[in-house]
């Protein structure tokens, strides 16, 4: 029948879709518990407020017209620090905007002025291994100064990029061609390296044995070698890596009117968890929920009791048929089939324990017309 066949080949589709469905869900369900990674902004805000100083003094609107001269503190600076993950193009993706400090490992103000100051020149924030309380993270910083002259600062930031980044030394981002990056991304420079300029050992595929370029690093970080094992990658990488540079801003704090609450953005890229695609990943798991599995599993035992049905119907045909072809040598044979049957139900053997032992026996026409009757019967 021609349908059958191509019921058959939808069953072999089937069997190959379910072997893919199953394989991919173990996928998801492995990336649903490692988010993935992607690129963001974070935007930091620096801007200087100042009280006291001669030119506001000299203005008397500018610090209130109830003000008292004589008690007037010193003249003071203020800078503020302050920064955001700026939200991505689909706004819908973001979740739950962490605060400033959260993307920081540390940041060092460093003050650009005379040492006599009795307050120091140096500023730092460190985060603390186990934050705690509502005070563990926030927005920004506010650093406060004596002082009505010009300062310059340099403002270093650590940045807590999620998986950690590195720097590549000189020599060996000279071969990869990668100067900084996170560990897997130098990793994988590094293979790519490897399998365009045929390192590898044809007769073990294990061993990787380096060219002109990358022999002297091999040399220098495991000593004289013809090869290295292909494990030893990480170890070999691993000696050529720094932690990545800060982020350093230059910035100036002045004192004048004019520049008085300007406000100053730069703009960092880092790297961060992707807790969208988890969630997104997390909804095509849902989707393949065990409501849906048992709704596949209920469509199978209706296709099956389609198929007996099929098949039963054709063994009624099939005995139709052969009746109508030629009804008298249909009958004979049904009657002898019906004959022996008889015999073996009885017990009445009659020589045919010979015929029994034979396995070809069970080959002859006979078999087919018995099954055929019965399942004629039984329709």
Not at 133 to 140: L, R, S, T, V
Not at 185 to 205: A, H, P, V
Not at 305 to 324: I, P
Request: charged letters at 30%; a negative charge.
């Amino acid at each position: 029948v021609e349908e059958s066949k191509l019921y058959q080949e939808l069953l072999e589709m089937e069997r190959k879709l379910d072997w893919v469905i199953a394989r991919k869900r173990l996928d998801l369900q492995d990336a649903s518990n490692k988010p993935g990674k992607t690129t963001r902004t974070l935007r930091v805000f620096l801007s200087t407020t100042v009280s006291n100083q001669t030119w506001q003094i000299a203005d008397p609107d500018s610090l209130g017209q109830d003000t008292d001269f004589t008690s007037l503190s010193p003249p003071a600076w203020t800078l503020r620090i302050e920064g955001r993950l700026l939200d991505p193009p689909s706004r819908h993706a973001a979740r739950g905007s962490k605060k400033f400090t959260h993307y920081l490992r540390s940041l060092v103000v460093e003050l650009d002025r005379d040492a006599s100051f009795t307050e120091g020149n140096i500023v730092e924030w460190h985060r603390q291994a186990q934050p705690q309380g509502p005070e563990a993270e926030q927005d920004g910083f506010e650093i406060k100064r004596l002082g009505d002259s010009t300062v310059k600062c340099k403002i270093i930031l650590d940045i807590a990029h999620s998986p950690p980044r590195h720097k590549v030394s000189p020599e060996l981002a000279a071969v990869i061609g990668i100067q900084e990056g996170n560990l897997q991304s130098i990793q994988n420079m590094f293979w790519t390296y490897i399998r365009q300029n045929g390192l590898q050992e044809k007769g073990d595929r294990r061993k990787i044995r380096p060219d002109a370029a990358l022999k002297p690093l091999i040399t220098q970080a495991m000593g004289p070698r013809d090869n290295f094992m292909f494990h030893e990658i990480p170890t070999f990488i691993n000696m050529y890596l720094a932690p990545a540079d800060p982020v350093v801003i230059p910035y100036i704090v002045r004192m004048d009117s004019s520049t008085v609450g300007e406000l100053k953005a730069f703009d960092i890229e880092i790297d961060i968890d992707d807790f969208a695609s988890r969630s997104r990943v997390r909804d095509v798991i849902t989707a393949l929920s065990p409501e849906t599995a048992q709704q596949i599993a209920q469509l199978d035992d209706e296709i099956s009791l389609s198929v007996v049905s099929v098949r039963n119907s054709k063994v009624k045909r099939d005995f139709l048929e052969s009746f109508a072809r030629d009804p008298a040598h249909f009958i004979e044979r049904w009657l002898a089939s019906q004959a022996r049957d008889l015999e073996t139900v009885m017990g009445h053997e009659n020589g045919m324990r010979g015929d029994l032992r034979r396995s070809d026996n069970f080959q002859l026409p006979w078999v087919e017309e018995a099954v055929v009757v019965h399942e004629g019967i039984r329709v």
